[in-house]
């Protein structure tokens, strides 16, 4: 009887002891896993210089504002990953379309960076306020600078048409205020805007208005979109040059007559109306009245040219590669 009370007994403390170290676990691990979860990754600032370039003009950042307008977008853009890493595999595809003309109407370089601030370069990109194409034309300007907008055709996404339009756009603007920086706050907020608050605040450039929110950080984001996209390693951006969107190899095929079916037409040349959509998406509809008789160049993709396993790499700026 003694010796089995003693047992009894101690089944009891060893149950107890079980217990408490259970009890001490389950009242530890919540703690345990905050500490774990609380770990902080490190997140740093980019370094902001004295001064950058834009168009060829040097522009300081001394000035608070300027200082602080540029970190602002940099930082922004830096740490938005998935956007800013498309943009620059797109750009080895719309780039080498894109450069040549800027080169050939006198335009900058730096004025690609305000297209992939405009649309991310998204070729199909239609904003709310109905701004559409890689350079995010309205219909009626479109049409000023000689781009036919219909149901059936919208040139504002032909990237060579809509290209040559925004040149022409530019270049009027840089002969009214003589300083590329003003021409990207004009191309934003509009040249009659721009032109009144300079007269109105008495200044000589853009930089130097208060202006609304968006136009003010507009110049400010395509400056950051150039130092990121000149050397994306420097922010931690790494790719491989298969990871780069590459251009596709078209016949241009003129089309001065109008089309019944573009699937059809698409189809007896040896592709689907889904790829002509995507290589031509100026195309608006599935047929082409074209009463005028007006000639378009239509691109068809060569055979294979949309296989990935079947195209050479082609890379136009070697610094977006760092894998």
């Known amino acids: 009887m003694t010796k089995r009370i003693t047992a009894c007994i101690a089944g009891a403390a060893l149950l107890a002891l079980i217990i408490s170290v259970s009890n001490t676990k389950a009242s530890a691990a919540p703690e345990t896993e905050a500490a774990e979860s609380s770990v ?48 620059i595999k797109k750009a ?12 050939a109407e006198g335009v900058p370089m730096d004025m690609l960076y305000l297209a992939c601030i405009e649309s991310s370069l998204n070729n199909r990109a239609l904003s709310g306020a109905k701004a559409g194409g890689l350079w995010q034309f309205m219909p009626a300007t479109a049409k000023e600078y000689g781009l036919e907008v219909t149901d059936s055709v919208d040139e504002r996404y032909n990237t060579e048409l809509a290209t040559r339009a925004a040149c022409r756009f530019l270049k009027k603007a840089y002969a009214k205020y003589g300083d590329w920086a003003t021409v990207a706050a004009a191309y934003n907020g509009g040249t009659g805007r721009v032109s009144r608050e300079l007269a109105a605040q008495q200044a000589d450039k853009a930089l130097d208005l208060y202006l609304n929110e ?20 420097e922010y931690g951006f790494k790719l491989r040059a298969d990871q780069l969107y590459m251009p596709v190899e078209c016949d241009t095929v003129e089309v001065s007559t109008p089309v019944a079916s573009w699937p059809a037409w698409a189809k007896e040349r040896g592709t689907d109306y889904l790829s002509l959509r995507e290589m031509n998406p100026w195309i608006r509809g599935k047929s082409l009245p074209n009463k005028s008789g007006k000639t378009y160049k239509v691109a068809v993709p060569k055979k294979d040219a949309l296989l990935r396993s079947h195209r050479s790499v082609s890379v136009y700026n070697p610094n977006w590669i760092s894998l």
């Open 40 to 87: 902080v990754l490190d997140i740093t600032s980019p370094n902001i210089p004295n001064e950058i370039e834009f168009c060829g003009d040097k522009i300081s950042l001394d000035r608070d504002d300027m200082y602080e307008r540029y970190d602002r977008e940099l930082t922004s853009m830096a740490y938005t990953h998935g956007n800013t890493l498309s943009i």
């Open 92 to 103: 080895n595809r719309y780039f080498p379309i894109m450069a040549p003309i800027l080169q």
């Open 214 to 233: 968006e136009t003010s950080r507009y110049v400010f984001r395509i400056m950051a979109m150039k130092a990121i996209m000149e050397h994306p390693s």
